[in-house]
């Protein structure tokens, strides 16, 4: 069986690039089809693998504004010539799934969601546009809608990483799909005895991802907070920040783990489709303080009382005073969270089951045809 792996690019490791890391350990000989890869970006598990590239990498300024490129994505993964492979898997939150492959391979799409910043989240990308902006994306993001509902169909099984993104999916491409969350390497993290005096927040620095709800509240609070990230909205944020909150930049993978198991809790004020982060630091032992939307709902189990005080806190409406009082209800709390329980809870993403339950519907997929 000849199996290719499609991925929207390859410019860094993140969540996305976690999963297809995982595929690459279950298909080994597998070849990866990309619209952009720049060497020494991504783990070496993926770039021991024959790779492929689109010929979009040799546009002007590619490696640093690729994602202006966005209305050429769909045209560009259609190029890739897949007519030898019997299986296609692709890892998608873009284009990847729009590949075409030959009619008798399976085309299976682990989706990390349908695009948001041309479905229900343009606003919170391309809301303050200008008004000549707004004139130049309109067109473009409404051709890019018709585009991505009318490729699903070259999709035969849908895998979701959440419930969220499988509701997203009904939505967006009235079609069903199983779901299997992304893969967690547990083992990386370790629970401590001692807690240091700060809350944690780990995050790009993009608008969704309500970073300035976390300062505001914050500052109203006086409590130490620890941001790891970077970003386009870094100078605003910064500006926005008082003498308890600390900007520590990127850190190296391997400073992570002390991070997460040191904080009082993680701050997770966003709305993600799964979120990576909270399951990390649940590995370390620690509860999370999230507003109560998203893939968080699947991977954090919410404070009842001392007998069942769960892994986290939700709060409801997205404004900084609902966190703040969160953090609050939290601090009366605290003591009620057990750090061995809150891992034991978090060995439930682990990756080996991310294998195991990914390669038993492989195994379903190939031995049927057609849609779920």
């Not at 490729?151 to 990483?161: C, D, K, L």
């Not at 992304?182 to 401590?192: C, D, K």
């Not at 993009?206 to 300062?215: E, G, L, W």
């Not at 809870?345 to 045809?369: I, N, P, T, W």
Request: with cysteine; charged share 20%.
């Amino acid at each position: 069986m000849k199996v290719a792996l499609i991925h929207d690019w390859l410019t860094g490791m993140r969540g996305g690039e976690r999963c297809l890391e995982q595929l690459c350990l279950m298909f080994p000989e597998a070849d990866i089809y990309t619209l952009f890869h720049f060497p020494g970006t991504v783990s070496p598990i993926i770039e021991s693998h024959p790779l492929h590239h689109s010929h979009l990498q040799k546009f002007p300024f590619a490696k640093r504004h690729y994602r202006r490129y966005l209305p050429f994505f769909p045209h560009a993964i259609e190029q890739f010539n897949l007519e030898n492979y019997d299986l296609v898997i692709s890892t998608s939150h873009c284009v990847a799934k729009g590949i075409i492959p030959n009619p008798e391979a399976v085309h299976i799409s682990y989706c990390f969601t349908p695009m948001r910043y041309i479905w229900d989240r343009r606003f919170d990308y391309f809301g303050e546009a200008g008004r000549v902006k707004r004139a130049v994306i309109s067109p473009v993001l409404h051709y890019l809608r018709i585009w991505d509902a009318a490729s699903n169909r070259r999709v035969a099984h849908f895998i979701a990483i959440s419930n969220y993104v499988k509701k997203r999916i009904r939505a967006y491409y009235a079609r069903d799909a199983a779901v299997v969350y992304p893969p967690v390497e547990v083992n990386r993290f370790r629970t401590e005895q001692n807690i240091d005096d700060y809350y944690l927040l780990v995050s790009a620095f993009a608008p969704y991802k309500r970073i300035d709800q976390a300062i505001a509240a914050f500052n109203r609070l006086g409590r130490r907070l620890l941001i790891v990230g970077s970003g386009q909205e870094e100078k605003r944020l910064k500006v926005m920040a008082g003498r308890s909150i600390e900007f520590s930049g990127w850190v190296p993978d391997a400073q992570l783990p002390a991070l997460y198991a040191g904080c009082r809790a993680l701050i997770f004020p966003g709305v993600e489709d799964f979120g990576l982060v909270p399951v990390e630091v649940q590995a370390a032992g620690r509860p999370v303080i999230a507003y109560g939307r998203g893939g968080v709902l699947e991977s954090v189990v919410p404070y009842e009382n001392s007998q069942n005080p769960g892994t986290g806190i939700f709060y409801h409406e997205a404004t900084p005073d609902a966190l703040a009082m969160a953090v609050k209800a939290y601090e009366k709390v605290q003591d009620h969270f057990d750090a061995e329980k809150i891992r034991t809870h978090a060995m439930k993403f682990d990756a080996r089951h991310f294998s195991e339950a990914f390669h038993e519907l492989v195994a379903q997929y190939m031995g049927g045809a057609g849609s779920l």
